[in-house]
T-cell receptor
Framework: AQSVTQPDIHITVSEGASLELRCNYS??????LFWYVQSPGQGLQLLLK??????LVQGIKGFEAEFKRSQSSFNLRKPSVHWSDAAEYFCAVDPPTSGTYKYIFGTGTRLKVLA | KAGVTQTPRYLIKTRGQQVTLSCSPISGHRSVSWYQQTPGQGLQFLFE???????NKGNFPGRFSGRQFSNSRSEMNVSTLELGDSALYLC???FGTGGPGELFFGEGSRLTVL
């Protein structure tokens, strides 16, 4: 079945440590890929997106993501985490056949940052 | 410029009632999407409107409906509320043309059904 998987429900890192959040998708063709962040009580904010081209994508707040076609993955990374990065992170796809803005979201990864 | 505005932010209803939620998109955006967010099911697509027409629909029962007005503002309605309808309802807007694009989300309307 077509899906988006975020295997880690919770991740805890120390401030200043590096971070990698995993995202895998299952579609026949490469979908459009996104990472969003949601702070408590807030809506979702786009961190970065991948449509085509360079497989390493830079986003806001120092985040980057790498698209790997062979692994059907789009993992989010940050070299040094700040306490303010504590939030929930969602990987999302716009499936290649949807034709409209019918995004499919992963179940999210909740990030906790230790001081 | 102003972001996506959703009203009301919080509301409490009882089973069997109906509710209407409103979404004002970013100026110039013609596409409005609605998502339901719950702890158990995560973010699920409800429907998307573009130029007053429903372009796509998720897998929700007919109790969930929506519409879009000529100024791109959108409303969604849930009739005969059930306890399981308790959720954060998120609206997102985008230009809606020219291929895929970023969704801009509002802060949501948190519905509690008692």
């Amino acid at each position: 079945a077509q899906s988006v998987t975020q295997p880690d429900i919770h991740i805890t890192v120390s401030e200043g440590a590096s971070l990698e959040l995993r995202c895998n998708y299952s579609y026949g063709a490469t979908p459009y890929l996104f990472w969003y962040v949601q702070s408590p009580g807030q809506g979702l904010q786009l961190l970065l997106k991948y449509f085509s081209g360079d497989t390493l994508v830079q986003g806001i707040k120092g985040f980057e993501a790498e698209f790997k076609r062979s692994q059907s993955s789009f993992n989010l990374r940050k070299p040094s985490v700040h306490w303010s990065d504590a939030a929930e992170y969602f990987c999302a796809v716009d499936p290649p056949t949807s034709g409209t803005y019918k995004y499919i979201f992963g179940t999210g990864t909740r990030l906790k940052v230790l001081a | 410029k102003a972001g996506v505005t959703q009203t009301p932010r919080y509301l409490i209803k009882t089973r069997g009632q109906q509710v209407t939620l409103s979404c004002s998109p970013i100026s110039g955006h013609r596409s409005v999407s609605w998502y339901q967010q719950t702890p158990g099911q995560g973010l699920q697509f409800l429907f998307e409107y573009f130029s007053e027409t429903q372009r796509n629909k998720g897998n929700f029962p007919g109790r969930f409906s929506g519409r879009q007005f000529s100024n791109s503002r959108s409303e969604m309605n849930v009739s005969t509320l059930e306890l399981g309808d308790s959720a954060l309802y998120l609206c997102a807007s985008s230009f809606g043309t020219g291929g895929p694009g970023e969704l801009f989300f509002g802060e949501g309307s948190r519905l509690t059904v008692l």
